[in-house]
């Protein structure tokens, strides 16, 4: 009972990493930017969706106004950063570089603004249904309902992904855009706005991540930093470049802390994301779900 | 003059990959840039396609002009670029790689009907339609860029050595399969090759350039016959 407890626990915490290294694999597909600012663009979202629900106390509405406005923010970042960046700069060391520290500049400047309009004290909101664990006959285990939401939350999103990726037209051009820029453009894909709209995507994915994992944690200015940590351990470990593998990387963080934590020891759960990202890229060095390369390519 | 080009030069910062370049191809024409590696002729290619400026000159199609354009808008033109390398998608699938193709067109019942077309055009292609691009031969890969510009309904459609690291008999075959389709569907060609041989064969109009700059232009049976180019640029 207890092994399965912690590891729903490790599924619930590594949905959440699973959403937050979507984004991440989704910029870095679409951009090739790793995206610091990931965490300041959430928590922006998270705050926007706390101000909701503190007005209207309505956890249901919150989450689909974070997901505007993470999308409007990432659109915003790539449209105002990223993009003038990647025009003025055509070669070099700076042309890789460039973007990352830009985004570590946007993650400095939100959480700034954050502070100054929310301050930078702790806020707390509840979560929509209860954070008491299930109980079966004597036994209960922490495991809750909001918990259960939380997986099925992630597991909707990831449905809608994989739709819109393997099923649309959107998906099919979002994809030629990440792999071969080029030739999506030679084939007539408008690149800058498939591009702009993997950011917004990426942005969205991002303020779920935050609005599901605040009420478990608080909410100020850098809370979401940790998660942005464990959601490039997680994007790295399916290799960067996988949607998959993304989620994959996720959950098994998410099972492999759980079960540090309950069995080892809690201070060393952080330690232990890197110890268990760093034996899987010495296994598998390209990621679980590194590309694979076919004929003469 | 369909496609008019006039005193084009493209630098790469300090090299004059193409020098004052004028010549012009009819409507309906297939004409052949035929020179040897490092001529310019993918320089070329890549300005008339919108990927890179022209430092200076001018290019026009139907009289609207080419240059300043992004290659997605000169597609919306009807202007398509098969560039260098045989330039599929890996990552795709062939049906994937073919439906790109269409994907901006709005007519959706011609965009199937265009891919029925190219699979007629090139069979090998619809058994392969599941499969990774990157699982394809060389000859295939070819087959499968040139069959995903067709899917766009070009009205010119430049190609860039199509033939390069081919085997003679599958060239045979797309270059058939090309002349097939311009007299069929009125398509203008223009078709880049260090294999001036094959290529003069099926064109109309040759386009000869050497060091960035024009040499001889003229028919191409012409081009063909003529014993001082044979000697220096059509290598036979
Ligand atoms: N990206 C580039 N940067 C610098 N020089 C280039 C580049 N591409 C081509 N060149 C140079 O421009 C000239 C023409 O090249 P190219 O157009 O590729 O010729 P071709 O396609 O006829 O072989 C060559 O001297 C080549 O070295
Ligand atoms: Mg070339």
Not at chain 1, 2 to 23: E, K, N, P
Not at chain 2, 115 to 131: D, H, S, W, Y
Not at chain 2, 155 to 179: C, K, R, V
Request: net charge positive; charged share 15%; hydrophobic share 50%.
């Amino acid at each position: 009972m207890r092994l399965l407890s912690t590891f729903l626990i490790g599924v619930s915490s590594g949905s959440i990493y699973s959403l937050m290294a979507l984004a991440l694999v989704l910029v870095w597909r679409s951009t090739r930017v790793v995206n610091f600012a990931q965490a300041g663009q959430a928590i922006a979202s998270t705050y926007l969706g706390y101000l909701v629900i503190t007005h209207t106390n309505n956890y249901w509405l919150a989450l689909p106004v974070a997901m505007v406005a993470g999308a409007v923010i990432g659109a915003l970042a790539d449209i105002a950063l990223i993009r003038p960046l990647n025009r003025r700069i055509k070669s070099g060391p700076v042309l890789e570089i460039a973007p990352v520290i830009a985004t570590l500049g946007l993650l400095g400047l939100i959480r700034s603004l954050v502070g100054m309009i929310w301050g930078g004290d702790l806020k707390q909101y509840r979560a929509p249904v209860s954070i008491n664990g299930f109980t079966f006959g004597h036994t209960t285990i922490p495991f809750s309902r909001f918990n259960l939401l939380i997986v099925f939350t992630a597991i909707v999103v990831m449905v809608i992904f994989a739709f819109v990726f393997q099923r649309t037209g959107l998906g099919l051009a979002l994809r030629a855009a990440a792999f071969q820029p080029e030739i999506a453009r030679l084939a007539g894909v408008r690149v800058d706005l498939v591009r702009t709209i993997g950011w917004a995507i990426a942005g969205a994915t991002g303020a779920i991540a935050g609005v599901l994992v605040t009420p478990s944690t608080s909410l100020s200015p850098n809370s979401l930093d940790l998660l942005l940590v464990l959601g490039f351990v997680s994007a790295v470990i399916g290799g960067l470049e996988s949607l998959i593998g993304a989620v994959i990387g996720g959950l098994i963080l998410g099972i492999g802390l759980a079960l540090i934590l309950e069995y080892v020891s809690t201070s060393l759960a952080f330690p232990a994301a890197f110890v268990v990202l760093i034996l899987i890229l010495i296994v598998k060095p390209a990621g679980l779900f590194g590309m694979k390369r076919g004929r003469d390519a | 003059m369909t496609l008019q080009v006039t005193n084009l030069s493209i630098n790469h910062d300090a090299i004059e990959a193409v020098q004052d370049l004028t010549f012009s191809i009819n409507e309906g024409e297939l004409a052949a840039v035929i020179g040897a590696n490092g001529a310019g002729k993918t320089t070329l290619l890549r300005a008339l396609s919108g990927l890179k400026n022209p430092k200076s000159g001018s290019a026009t199609w139907r009289d609207n002009s080419m240059i300043g354009k992004r290659p997605e808008d000169l597609v919306r033109m009807g202007i398509l670029h098969v560039s260098d390398g045989k330039t599929v998608i890996p990552e795709l699938t062939v049906k994937e790689n073919l439906a790109l193709g269409g994907l901006w067109r709005k007519d959706k019942t011609d965009v199937a009907k265009a891919t029925t077309e190219v699979l007629e055009l090139f069979p090998k292609l619809g058994q392969r339609l599941a499969q990774r691009a990157d699982t394809l031969s060389g000859g295939e890969r070819q087959m499968l860029a040139i069959g995903r510009c067709l899917v766009a309904r070009p009205e010119l459609l430049m190609l860039d050595e199509p033939s390069l690291g081919l085997a003679p008999i599958i060239i045979e075959q797309i270059f058939t399969a090309l002349n097939d389709l311009r007299k069929r569907t009125g398509l203008t060609v223009l078709l880049v090759e260090q294999n001036a041989m094959s290529a003069l064969e099926i064109a109309d109009k040759g386009i000869i350039i050497n060091l960035g700059k024009l040499v001889a232009q003229g028919a191409a049976r012409d081009l063909i016959n003529d014993p001082t180019l044979q000697a220096a640029y059509l290598g036979y």
